[in-house]
């Protein structure tokens, strides 16, 4: 393809014709077209299997087919016909399949056997379960200390798995629990359960209806939650206001045309799905919602002068709240130049802005990587939910406090006890319902998890899922921490590039998908997932396994623990060969579970509960906190000024639409306009013209942090981008050799995946790890 081909202007609106050609294509390209059909339309039904894709959650009224573009891809894609068997790794070593592409290893296929690295050949292996199993438990059981061994979990392991695994990792002996919700919503659960007591969103689905505005903030539902299209237009068609807050204008919170309804499609009709959209600048959110707060203040002042009714909750904020005055005179502090200067809106905006929150009697924001991925995030956090507490927005229905999370079920994991914090109840709870004492020193997060890796003081890698050596920051160094391993072990369902980041010792073990029927010695099994409105429902698999040989996660987490630790704390078989044997251990251990396998006859699932909604505060004070944080002095912190270096631009990672985290499906980002081409940055033609570049010109990026290292990614084409100057865009993964280890948020270690200092560069060399064939 020419440049011109790789960069094209896409009008259309997203969903719609788009969206269908593209499922289409996702679907015949799977090689199981046929097969996959069936299993397309059980997505989201009752009897059926929730969609592997994100973790956004339905009415349970609703009847429709509920699948959107990314869900359908996420279902072909695990579901594909082709197979990673043990003749694939006789003809790659390691080696050379380390050549490839992201996309060209998962494109591969499904994993069929569990495999050994064989240091050696440098290839992996065929080995039997009994061996791997074996291999581990060696490993485990001769360190030093647990603390030694480091458990990765990735937000699509089930309720079930995740229990068992943080069950034998704890029986073990440790809390070391790097989960990718450390790099996701960690911020949104800190600044929500210190605030609030609980640290999930606190609407359902329902309270989209009845919402008179709806505010959606660092988010890009149309690739990354389609379903959440719907009733943001449906909001709009009602009149309710639907306020983004977004540097880019992104399709699907422009104009949404409804895959589903025939007549829009034939008529090529769509519908906006915003009444407002403003473009911060990157990190400038909480100089938004400070902003905002500043108004309704000075409102709130000029109506109590003129004896006008009051624009704050009075009634709200003194029977359920606790800090307002501390937190008011630090509003009163903020000055309007800083908020103007940090937010990147001009007052007139934020007046806007404030008007439209102001006249809303039921407000809902929802909010996603945009804002947890900075330094400031949970002090971020914590402004929404003091602008929300202002006028009483949490714990009514139409309003609240919403998280959008990301994979399938990572707010149900947590909830399982994958937790490298764990609350002492927790703990209490797992020590009064098993005979063995839990750790309770904390362990590590991922980033923790490195720098231990790095340093060998930790010495084992398991992981349940996911891709750790490309979703985590600092690629080249954390892959060398990885190599320092004497094992890394990983219960996945395709290959990817941590598998071939191998320690001494290296493992494989292939487990069936969310789509695959799971049979174990008592008969087949469901298993249960927890949606981003904290329901939990029951998922049956419906196809044929592709492999013989794979086995469920729960089944491999109790071969581990078996092998590791015996029948200690329980009988790992006799547990794992009806899964509402699993489920009734929670019951007793998991607060909000009581009933459980009753409970999950319900259709549609049960709803957890959640205190904050009902008004109950479970904080210190026993209230709803204001919190009085200082807007930061500035973004770019000390780290990146300290070598007198000023940065070119502040880059962004994100997604595409055509990938599921560190996953592929595709090279075109469509709305966008990109196509077969992902080694791109988005920059703002000004900036390049500034920068001294031409538009499609080929640069590096490099970033800046006062450790010296030299972080650089090559070969970039920079794309001329409706983007706010001084921004930039790139593509994740390719992107996270750019991000510092030591660049994490405040009191989350969440990396700063959404702020990076770079300059651009004249290209040195194409990228070395082409994104872009398979
Ligand atoms: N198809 C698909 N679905 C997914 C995923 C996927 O990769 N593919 N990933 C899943 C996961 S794990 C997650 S966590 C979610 C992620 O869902 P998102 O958070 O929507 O994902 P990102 O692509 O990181 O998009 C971040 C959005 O925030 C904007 N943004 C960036 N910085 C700022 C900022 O400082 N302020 C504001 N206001 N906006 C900002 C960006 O322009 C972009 O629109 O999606 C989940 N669903
Ligand atoms: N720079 C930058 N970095 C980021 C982000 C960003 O926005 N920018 N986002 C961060 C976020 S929000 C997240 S959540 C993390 C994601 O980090 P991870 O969750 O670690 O990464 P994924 O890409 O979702 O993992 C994909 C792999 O999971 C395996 N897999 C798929 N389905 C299953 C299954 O059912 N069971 C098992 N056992 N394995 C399965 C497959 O082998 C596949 O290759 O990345 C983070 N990293
Ligand atoms: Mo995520």
Redesign the pocket.
């Known amino acids: 393809m020419s440049q011109d081909e790789h960069i094209k202007n896409y009008d259309a609106p997203a969903a719609g014709w788009g969206a269908l050609k593209s499922v289409t294509k996702s679907w015949l390209g799977s090689e199981n077209a046929f097969k996959n059909l069936r299993v397309m339309l059980k997505t989201n039904q009752n009897g059926g299997f929730d969609c ?1 894709g994100c973790a956004w959650g339905e009415s349970p009224e609703s009847g429709m087919v509920k699948f959107c573009e990314n869900g359908a891809k996420a279902v072909n894609w ?1 579901s594909t016909g082709r197979l990673v068997d043990p003749d694939f790794f006789a003809r790659y070593s390691v080696t050379e399949l380390a050549r490839q592409s992201d996309y060209w290893l ?1 494109y591969q296929g499904r994993l069929t056997h569990p495999m050994r690295y064989d240091a050696a050949t440098d290839h992996y292996v065929e080995t039997s379960w009994e061996d791997a199993f074996a291999l581990i438990a060696k490993h485990l059981n001769s360190l030093e200390s647990p603390d030694q061994a480091e458990f990765y979990t ?4 089930s309720n079930e798995a995740a229990f068992l695994y943080q069950l034998f990792v704890r029986a073990y002996g440790t809390n070391n629990f790097p989960d ?2 450390n ?2 919503h960690e911020a949104s659960g800190v600044g929500m359960s210190e605030t609030l007591g609980v640290g999930k969103g606190t609407v359902v689905f329902d309270d989209l209806e009845h919402a008179d505005a709806i505010f959606v903030i660092g988010q890009n539902p149309g690739t990354n939650h389609p379903r959440m299209l719907e009733p943001l237009r449906e909001a709009v068609k009602r009149g309710a206001q639907v306020i983004c807050l977004n540097p880019l204008k992104e399709r699907g919170l422009e104009r949404f045309q409804h895959p589903q309804h025939p007549f829009e499609m034939l008529s090529n009709g769509s519908e906006p799905t915003n009444t407002a959209y403003f473009r911060p600048a990157l990190g400038g959110d909480m100089a938004v919602m400070r902003g905002i707060a500043k108004f309704l203040l000075q409102w709130e002042r000029e109506a109590q002068a003129k004896g006008e009714p009051a624009v704050f909750d009075h009634a709200f904020i003194a029977e359920h709240t606790s800090g307002l005055d501390a937190y008011l005179a630090e509003v009163d502090a903020t000055r309007w130049a800083h908020i103007v200067e940090q937010s990147g809106l001009n007052l007139a905006e934020l007046e806007l802005a404030a008007r439209m929150y102001r006249r809303a009697e039921r407000v809902i924001m929802c909010w996603a ?1 945009g804002v947890t ?1 900075h330094r400031h995030s949970v002090p971020t956090v914590q402004e929404i939910i003091n602008l929300q507490l202002l006028r009483g927005n949490v714990g009514k229905p139409g309003a609240g406090l919403s998280p959008v999370r ?2 399938s079920n ?1 707010q149900g994991d947590r909830t399982m006890g994958i937790d490298e914090q764990p609350p002492a109840r927790l703990l209490d709870a797992l020590e009064a319902r098993f005979a063995f004492k839990a750790p309770r020193l904390h362990g590590h997060n991922a980033v923790l998890a490195i720098q231990a890796m790095e340093e060998q003081r930790a010495k084992v890698f398991i992981a ?5 050596a ?4 600092d690629t080249p160094r954390t892959h060398d921490a990885l190599r320092n391993c004497e094992l890394t072990a990983h ?6 590039r941590s598998h071939l980041v191998t320690g001494r010792d290296a493992l494989i073990l292939p ?1 069936l ?2 789509t695959e029927i799971d049979v174990q010695a008592e008969g087949p099994q469901g298993i249960t997932v927890e949606d981003t409105f904290s329901m939990v429902h029951i998922s049956h698999g419906q196809l044929k396994p592709c492999s013989p040989l794979l086995r469920s ?1 729960p089944s491999i987490v109790a071969g581990i623990a078996k092998a590791t630790l015996g029948d200690r704390p329980i009988d790992w078989e006799w547990t794992v060969a009806d899964y509402s044997r699993i489920r009734d251990l929670i019951a007793d251990v998991i607060p909000g579970f009581a009933d459980f396998n009753a409970r999950l006859q319900h259709p549609g699932g049960f709803h957890l509960g959640n205190t904050a909604a009902l008004r109950e505060w479970h904080t210190q004070s026993g209230k709803a906190q204001f919190t009085p944080s200082v807007l930061p002095a500035q973004l770019v912190n000390e780290e990146v000024l300290a070598r007198g270096d000023t940065p070119d631009l502040i880059l962004q ?3 595409s639409h055509d990938q ?4 592929l499906y595709g090279l075109d980002d469509r709305y966008r306009g990109v196509f077969g081409l992902r080694d791109v940055v988005f920059v703002n033609a000004q900036d390049i013209q500034r920068l001294g570049f031409k538009p499609n010109d080929k640069v590096d990026l490099v970033s800046l942090w006062e450790d010296g290292r030299e972080r650089r990614v090559s070969g970039f084409v920079l794309v001329a981008y409706d983007i706010p100057p001084g921004q930039a865009a790139a593509y ?2 390719e ?2 050799p750019l ?1 510092p280890l030591e660049s994490y948020g405040d009191r989350t270690f969440t ?1 700063t ?2 702020f990076i200092a770079i300059k651009l560069e004249k290209a040195s060399a194409d990228n070395l790890i082409p994104s872009a064939h398979v």
């Open positions: 592997p695990e998962e990735s937000g699509r392991a990718c919700s790099m996701c990587m991925q990301g994979h990572v349940l899922g996911g891709n750790f490309q979703a985590t920051p219960i996945a369902t395709k290959l990817n487990c998908g969310r996660e990672t994100l997604r599921y985290n560190t996953t994740y993964p992107t996270n991000v990396p995946s959404k």
